[in-house]
C-alpha cells in the first residue's frame, strides 16, 4: 500500500522540479506565473491518482471476500455431494447384504 503513494510522492516531486528548472526566474516568479486554473488542474490530477489507488484496493478487497465466498460454498456442495455419495453406497450395501440373506432363506425354505 505504501508502495503506490511513495511512487506517487516521489513522481510529483520529479515533475515539480522539472517544472521548476525549466523556470529560470525561481519559485516565487513561478506562483505568479502561473495561471490559478492551473492549481485547480493539479489538484484534480493528485486527487484522481489517490482515488484510483483507493478505489482499486476496495475492489480487490470486494473481489477476495466473493472468491472466499464462492469456495467455501463450492466446498460445502462437494461434502454434501460426499455425504450423500456415501450414504447412498452404505444403503447399497444394505440392500446387498439384506438380498444375500433373503436368498439365503429362501434356499433353506426351498430344501424342506
Known sequence: MMKGYAALFFGAILIAAFVLKEYSAGVGNFFTMTPWWMYFVLCGIIYSGYRIVTLFQEDREIEQRVIEEEGRVYMERIE????????????????????G???????DSNRL
Open 80 to 99: 454434501r455431494a460426499k455425504a450423500q455419495e456415501s450414504a447412498e453406497d452404505d444403503d447399497a450395501e444394505d440392500l446387498v447384504a439384506a438380498a
Open 101 to 107: 440373506d433373503e436368498d439365503h432363506y429362501h434356499d
